[in-house]
């Protein structure tokens, strides 16, 4: 069994910052991308954005520039350090692995989502 743990969710100003963390643990064997997708209240969920087991990175048109995502590989952990919020960043964040357990099943794993609130 694998689970995905977001945290670091939570409210802030407009301009200010945050940084999401996501553990995996479980009966992982490797873990290829990780990343981080949000939903807003009448919104389909959306890529944020998204790093591979090599470094590799890929960012929402939205968050470029401003959100930055990064890996611990011993760990099995991913972040998001997301500066210069603004209010239209406001939703729930979800943490996303591509990863193979140690039974041999690939698959996509969800965090349970951290909210996250900008006022203006």
């Known amino acids: 069994q694998v689970q995905l743990v977001e945290s670091g969710g939570g409210l802030v100003q407009a301009g200010g910052s945050l940084r999401l963390s996501c553990a995996a643990s479980?009966?992982?064997?490797?873990?290829?991308?990780m990343g981080w997708y949000r939903q807003a209240p009448g919104n389909q969920r959306e890529l944020v954005a998204i790093i591979t087991s090599g470094g590799r990175t890929n960012y929402a048109d939205s968050a470029k520039g401003r959100f930055t995502i990064s890996r611990a590989n011993a760990r099995n952990t991913v972040y998001l350090q997301m500066n210069s919020l603004k209010p239209e960043d406001t939703a729930v964040y979800y943490c996303n692995a591509d990863l193979r357990d140690r039974v041999g099943f690939r698959g996509d794993y969800w965090g349970q989502g951290t909210q996250v609130t900008v006022s203006s």
């Open positions: 479980g009966s992982i064997f490797t873990i290829n991308a």
